[in-house]
């Protein structure tokens, strides 16, 4: 069954650590996506990638870094840089996919999320 | 200037009872897609519905509806016959331009609680 995993589901992060989260898509997406949300708050973009070993910062990308090196994987490294990093994080895909399930290419399909802690 | 607008925080709805989530948008480009979201408790993001700019009628997927309306910048999501599951957070997002633009802009949500 196709589909997006984030690992882990739930992160704590001493201060100054960096950290990763891991994000896996099997749709066959090239289109993936990295988003923040705080507290009572709509989404924000961190970065997305349109293609293989290439992708662009979003909103915030301040104290993130992503790579793509594989169609199928997106992982966020969280920095010390970032200043309040305690939030929850979606990541998406998007694109033409075996099956057709959405109505359009640039629908974005999302992830479990995970929700990292700074202690 | 916000581009998507969502103007209710928070709804209390009767279950079985119709539910409109209003949604305004603002862009010059003449080819845009709007898409609505829900996020369960779990945080999940469930995408529900896609309405393109040129679409000539109204998207619906099961017990959802879009009434979308061009000239007034209005993208209200329509739940018919609700339930106790449809509690959730509910976006409004807007991809401008075209599909090459991946980007979505999201709008605050709206909470809507279903009672029994």
């Known amino acids: ?119 | 200037a916000q581009k998507i607008t969502q103007t209710q925080p928070g709804m209390f709805v009767q279950e079985k009872e119709a539910v409109t989530l209003d949604c305004t948008y603002d862009t010059s480009d003449p080819s845009y897609g709007l898409f609505w979201y829900k996020q369960p408790s779990s945080g999940e993001m469930i995408f529900l519905i896609y309405q393109g700019s040129y679409d000539q009628q109204n998207a619906t997927e099961g017990r959802y509806s879009l009434n979308f309306q061009k000239a007034r910048k209005s993208a209200n999501l329509v739940i018919s016959a609700s339930q106790l599951g449809d509690s959730a957070m509910y976006f409004c997002a807007m991809r401008e331009g075209s599909r090459s633009n991946y980007q979505l802009i999201w709008g605050a949500g709206t909470k809507l609680i279903i009672k029994p």
């Open chain 1, 1 to 119: 069954d196709g589909g997006i995993t984030q690992s882990p589901k739930y992160l704590f992060r001493k201060e100054g650590q960096n950290v990763t989260l891991s994000c896996e898509q099997n749709l066959n997406h090239d289109a993936m996506y990295w988003y923040r949300q705080d507290p009572g708050q709509g989404l924000r973009l961190i970065y997305y990638s349109q293609i293989v070993n290439d992708f662009q910062k979003g909103d915030i990308a301040e104290g993130y870094s992503v790579s793509r090196e594989k169609k199928e994987s997106f992982p966020l490294t969280v920095t010390s840089a970032q200043k309040n990093p305690t939030a929850f994080y979606l990541c998406a895909s998007s694109g033409w996919e075996t099956g057709g399930r959405s109505a359009s290419t640039d629908t974005q399909y999302f992830g479990p999320g995970t929700r990292l802690t700074v202690l």
